[in-house]
């Protein structure tokens, strides 16, 4: 997938060594690669340094001046941005909400116009703009229009002080229709950083993660067996997951699910939708896919889609219960079959390779 878009000439916005390596390893030059994260290690930064990362996005004093040390160490020059606090509530799940004050993330926007000109002193630091990231499955825009509208004002005050601006990173943010909840199009979103920044001649940085990966993937499980005696409600137990798709269990949140074979259910009209539970088979009681679905009823060995898995589904992935991670496979046109695998079924072996006996 990485190497996918790197072919389309995007950059890639890593939040740890790892998610770096991964980016170069796909093809990702160094130069279009931006360092988020509020825990960015002392080892991770001289690292990042050493590839010669595009941008850093430093979330704290502190951080400024370790990453400064670093760079003066090693005779190397970081390209940095501050990521902006603006307080701005994003609307959305708490868990994913990071532009508000006391959220861990970013300066706060009063601080920062001080950090700001002290950095521009630093030997082998180079202030080159903003950036903010409010949270995530935004589905308003009125978020975005204060933190950018916020954003741009800082922008101004800062250069009516000498500082110079290059860049700002808008972050990202766009939410996906995951039930039948609206969702802004990205001509939206374009419109209100335009109207934020048009007229401020910056340089600017998007990450649409979940926009461009959440509805390309799909987690596709079968039905162990469904549940009826004692049940408030038919409990559907499937063979995946909360390992294998945490968002449910995790914030609460909504994944649509669909019988694989709708011909199948089709040629079965006794089978008359049934407002059931979806489960995995995980020892924990938040387990669960779905509480009070309406679904076709389902027969042990029917196959579902859980929908708009291609964001945090994999990659928030473990081996929670010795369960070994699901295989990966893409569809691919030019491909036999029409896919490719892009990830190996793990062996129960796997989960013990690199245990000491």
């Not at 939040?15 to 390893?25: F, K, P, Q, T, Y």
């Not at 930064?45 to 040390?69: D, K, P, R, T, Y």
Request: glycine share 14%; charged share 20%.
């Amino acid at each position: 997938m990485l190497r996918l878009l790197a072919d389309e000439g995007a950059g890639a916005d890593v939040v740890s060594i790892g998610e770096c390596r991964r980016a170069l390893l796909a093809g990702v030059p160094a130069e279009r690669i931006v360092m988020s994260g509020v825990g960015k290690t002392g080892a991770e930064l001289a690292a990042a340094l050493e590839v010669g990362i595009g941008q850093i996005n430093v979330e704290s004093e502190e951080e400024l001046f370790e990453l400064a040390a670093l760079a003066a160490g090693s005779g190397r020059r970081a390209r940095v941005a501050i990521r902006v606090n603006p307080d701005v509530a994003a609307g959305t799940l708490d868990g994913i909400s990071t532009g508000r004050a006391g959220d861990k993330f970013g300066v706060p926007i009063g601080d920062v116009a001080g950090l700001y000109a002290a950095a521009q002193t630093m030997a082998g630091i180079e202030m080159v703009g903003l950036a903010v990231h409010i949270g995530s499955q935004i589905q308003t825009m009125a978020p975005f229009a204060a933190a950018y509208g916020r954003i741009a004002g800082l922008v101004r005050s800062l250069r009516a002080g000498g500082l110079a601006v290059e860049v700002v990173d808008c972050g990202g943010g766009l939410g996906i229709p995951y039930a039948d909840e609206a969702a802004i199009l990205p001509e939206a979103w374009a419109s209100c950083i335009r109207a934020a920044f048009g007229g401020l001649g910056v340089r600017l940085a998007i990450e649409p993660g979940r926009w461009l990966a959440g509805p390309t993937g799909v987690l596709l499980a079968s039905v162990v067996r469904v549940r009826r005696a004692g049940m408030v409600r038919p409990v559907v137990i499937l063979d995946a997951a909360m390992n294998d798709l945490v968002r449910p269990a995790m914030y609460g949140a909504f994944h649509a699910i669909l019988p694989v074979s709708a011909a199948g259910l089709m040629a079965a009209p006794e089978r008359v939708p049934e407002y059931v539970d979806v489960a995995g088979p995980v020892c924990e009681s938040s387990d669960m896919f779905a509480r009070g679905r309406l679904l076709a009823p389902m027969r042990a060995g029917d196959t579902v889609a859980i929908l708009d898995s291609g964001a945090y589904g994999s990659v928030m992935s473990s081996t929670y219960n010795a369960r070994p991670l699901a295989a990966g496979v893409m569809t691919d046109r030019a491909a036999p079959g029409g896919f490719v695998l892009t990830r190996r079924r793990a062996g129960v072996e796997s989960l013990w390779a690199g245990e000491m006996a």
